[in-house]
C-alpha cells in the first residue's frame, strides 16, 4: 500500500509539472532570455515623414519598415528571426507614437507569443492589437515591408490587404503577451494539451520547417 501511494504521488508530481512547467519556462525565458537582435538605437536620428491624422495601422508599418532596414544594418553572429522583428517592431512603434503625440496608441498593441498554424502548428510571436472599432487584429512584422521612412509612400504596400495584416498562419495558442512590460503567461498555456510534453511534440516535429523559414528568411 506504501508503494502504491509513492507511485501515486511521483505520478501526480509528474502531472502538475508537466503542466505547471511550460508556465514558468515561457515566464523566465520571455522576460529574461528574450531575442534582441535588431539594433534600433538609430530611429531617433532617422527623419521620419508623418501624415496627417495617422492611424494606429499606419504607424504600425512605418515601425516595421524602420525595422526591416535596421535589421539589414545589423552585423551579428546570429540571423534575426520573428521574435527579433516583433519585439524590435513594438520598440519603434512606441517610440513613433511617442514622437508624433500619439502615446495613448500605445495601450492598444502587445506583444504575442505562441503557436500558429499554416500546414502544421510552429511557435511564432507576433503584435496583436485594437483597431479604432475596437476589435483584436494581428500584425506580423516578420513579413517583409519595403523599406520606405514614408508613410504615404508606404500605404500602397503595407495596409489591410497585406500579408502583414492578413498572415498565411491562423493563432492556435496564445502563450504570453506584454507590450516592453513583464511578459505574462496566458491561461491557454496553462491548459495546453499535454502540458510541456505536448509543445515539445510540436516544436521537434516541425524542426524542418523551422529550418526552412529560417534559412529562406536570411538567405
Known amino acids: 500500500m506504501g508503494k502504491l501511494k509513492r507511485y501515486l504521488k511521483f505520478i501526480l508530481s509528474g502531472i502538475v509539472l508537466n503542466y ?12 529574461f532570455f528574450a531575442k534582441d537582435n535588431i539594433n534600433i538605437t538609430s530611429v531617433k536620428n ?15 508599418c512605418l515601425a ?9 544594418k545589423n552585423k551579428t553572429l546570429r540571423k534575426s528571426n520573428c521574435e527579433d522583428y516583433a519585439r524590435a517592431t513594438l520598440k519603434v512603434f512606441n517610440y513613433l507614437t511617442e514622437k508624433n503625440n500619439k502615446p495613448e496608441l500605445q495601450s492598444r498593441v502587445k506583444l504575442i507569443s ?24 494581428v500584425f ?12 504615404n509612400k508606404l ?5 489591410l490587404n497585406s500579408h502583414n495584416f492578413n498572415p498565411l498562419w491562423k493563432i492556435e495558442y496564445k502563450f504570453t503577451s506584454s507590450n516592453e512590460g513583464i511578459a505574462l503567461p496566458s491561461s491557454q ?6 502540458g510541456l510534453a ?11 520547417d523551422y529550418i526552412e523559414i529560417y534559412f529562406s528568411k536570411n538567405r
Open 189 to 194: 498555456l496553462l491548459t495546453y494539451p499535454y
Open 155 to 159: 500605404k500602397g504596400y503595407c495596409n
Open 114 to 137: 505562441g503557436l500558429v498554424k499554416i500546414d502544421s502548428m510552429f511557435g511564432h510571436e507576433w503584435i496583436e492589437f485594437q483597431d479604432r472599432h475596437g476589435v483584436n487584429r
Open 64 to 72: 516595421s519598415a524602420y525595422t526591416h532596414i535596421a535589421s539589414k
Open 198 to 208: 505536448g509543445i515539445l511534440y510540436v516544436l521537434i516535429s516541425n524542426a524542418d
Open 46 to 60: 532617422s527623419k521620419f515623414n508623418f501624415k496627417k491624422n495617422m492611424n494606429i495601422e499606419d504607424y504600425l
Open 20 to 31: 505547471v512547467t511550460p508556465s514558468l519556462s515561457f515566464f523566465i525565458s520571455q522576460n
Open 140 to 151: 506580423d512584422p516578420y513579413y517583409d515591408t519595403p523599406p520606405y521612412l514614408d508613410a
